[in-house]
């Protein structure tokens, strides 16, 4: 099965800085990477994705680079704010169709401080 | 549309006793699934299910058992709960599979399970 790994498990910043959360995965055969944003005590919500067939995805200050060759992807996030702190979980979906299955990291928290 | 909704929120069981934890969705996903989610450990798929009277295991299935006789709700039961089943379990829905145009997940609020 799929294997992915994050880092760091967790981060700090200042606010107005740059945040780079990175995750490798095992199986060359995945496709998609989702990136879940889950608040304390919140349900996981998907902030930003990125397909196979994609180099880089980019949505206001948010974006996802892919290194397939090297099997790893980043999520980067400039001019944090303090609403960004929150547990950032990276995933990879092994399969097509409906019968895929999504591999999740272990989450970066991250903290944004005033 | 209330989205996923879970039930139970809160939960404390002793060793051995058996529960039920509901999972309904009123999106007509096709794409069900269930996650527990421990310290350091991230979310860990335990069962999952591609349609009414399909289902299939994930990473921990060991210990849960699920049906699916219906599109909107995916019940997960413990037959006899253990204290390393202590955690936080999520259910899941999407339209269509993970690995699909329309894959995007949706998450439950949460059920917190105590086994003692």
């Known amino acids: 099965g799929e294997n992915v790994e994050q880092h760091p498990s967790t981060l700090s910043v200042q606010e107005g800085d740059s945040a780079v959360i990175k995750c490798t995965y095992s199986d060359s055969a995945s496709n998609y990477f989702p990136w879940y944003k889950q608040e304390l005590g919140k349900r996981p919500q998907l902030i930003i994705d990125i397909r196979s067939n994609v180099g880089e995805k980019k949505d206001q200050r948010i974006a996802v680079t892919l290194n397939k060759t090297a099997k790893h992807f980043s999520l980067h996030i400039t001019e944090t704010q303090p609403e960004d702190s929150a547990v950032y979980f990276c995933a990879a979906s092994l399969g097509t169709g409906t019968a895929s299955k999504l591999t999740f990291g272990t989450g970066t928290r991250l903290q944004v401080t005033l | 549309n209330a989205g996923v909704t879970q039930t139970p929120k809160f939960q404390v069981l002793k060793t051995g006793q058996s529960m039920t934890l509901q999972c309904a969705q009123d999106m007509n996903h096709e794409y069900m699934s269930w996650y527990r989610q421990d310290p350091g450990m991230g979310l860990r798929l335990i069962h999952y299910?591609?349609?009414?009277?399909?289902?299939d295991q994930g990473e921990v299935p060991n210990g849960y058992n699920v049906s699916r006789s219906t599109t909107e709700d995916f019940p997960l039961r413990l037959l006899s709960a253990a204290p390393s089943q202590t955690s936080v379990y999520f259910c899941?829905?999407?339209?269509?599979?993970?690995?699909?145009?329309?894959?995007?997940?949706?998450f439950g609020e949460g059920s917190r399970l105590t086994v003692l």
């Open positions: 899941a829905s999407s339209y269509s599979g993970t690995g699909t145009l329309y894959g995007e997940l949706f």
């Open positions: 299910s591609v349609g009414a009277g399909i289902t």
